[in-house]
């Protein structure tokens, strides 16, 4: 099938290029976006992803604040040509790499939930890309996808509930993160001999981090007995305005190595409390950059689709079909399977800077280094 974009010297292989190179049924696209004050007053989410072989797109669009986490879902059947339109939902390129607009109407014609939002995305630092993530499951590669991260700031507004919160672009920061690839849906393959082997493990953190005058970025994979399979760490110099970026991926980044971290953990649960540490080293300088975190409150990735039991990605609900939700925080149920993927919002102090930002775990299974067992059991 033929689209505008084959008009561009692009191909990367002889297939017109909305053909994936593969024939995988979990290859996706994905945008995901998260944002916050700087006083830690709310956190916001938004996220949004096409399935080609699906046929399926789906959004999502979360909120946390006073305590309460407010949610969006929407899924449709899958625009042909990838626009990012679903339903009242949109996400609009404005200049690439720089900024773009993600709204969703108002119009109780077109939405018949109690959330709308319009929000503007604006870079302040270049583009950080990630390490190839492949992971295999046997002998099969489940996992496969690049990703790239970019710290900017909001503005705009969201409603929800009856209410409507003004953002302040100096006030409120985001982080982008765009991937594509193979990435295994819920429910995978059903015709898949049971497995015999051990408990597996998985151990992920992200922490993308922002200060007023650079962002860090922290994120690794471990296997089960803590040995590192993939980490990121960098310090970005951040600019006033998208057009004072000096390119996609800019030079003056500093690329971290030695990603460490000593995370203390919830009584009875995986949650990580308030007090954990990240310590990484440059490769330029040699200085071990050390980042302290204390947690203002914890926001569930289910808001936008990951591990809900409804919502979650890439599940196939009709032609178009919406919700919304909301729950207290107090009320979560730390333990429950649906409630291990988070964002832990972070006050966080490097040197004599005080900044903002996320720990984002997914912690399953056994994980050695912790003395964690079992699937989701925590430390007593």
Known sequence: MLSAFDDY???????????????????????????YNKSGDFYLG?????????????????????????????SARANPHREMNIGPFSIDIIEPMKSLRITLSADDTANDT?????????????????????FPRGIKRVMDTTRFTQFGSWSGWIEYDGKRLDIDPEETWATKDRSWGVRPLAGGDKRVAPSQGGAGGLFFLWAPLHFDDVCTHFQ???????????????????????????GIEDPAVQPMRNNEHAVRFEPGSRMAASGTMVAMTAIEDGIRHEITFEKIFTYRMKGIGYSHPEWGHGKWHGELEMASEKWNLADVDETAFDNQHVQHLMKVTMGDRVGIGVLEQV???PYKPYGLEGVISGIS
């Open 9 to 35: 010297p692009i191909h990367q292989t002889p297939d017109p290029i909305l053909t994936p190179a593969t024939g995988d049924d979990d290859f996706y696209e994905r945008y995901w976006f998260n944002g």
């Open 46 to 74: 938004v996220g949004a992803a096409v399935y080609p072989h699906l046929g399926i797109q789906d959004c999502g669009l979360s909120l946390v604040i006073d305590g309460v986490q407010y949610a969006f879902h929407a």
């Open 114 to 134: 109690d959330m709308a939002c319009d929000l503007l995305f604006e870079g302040r630092t270049g583009t950080i890309e990630e390490p190839r993530h492949h």
């Open 220 to 246: 690794l994979f471990e296997d089960n007995l803590g040995r590192p399979l993939f980490q990121v760490g960098a310090i970005l110099p951040t600019y006033s305005t998208p057009s004072e970026i000096p």
């Open 363 to 365: 912690i399953l299974g």
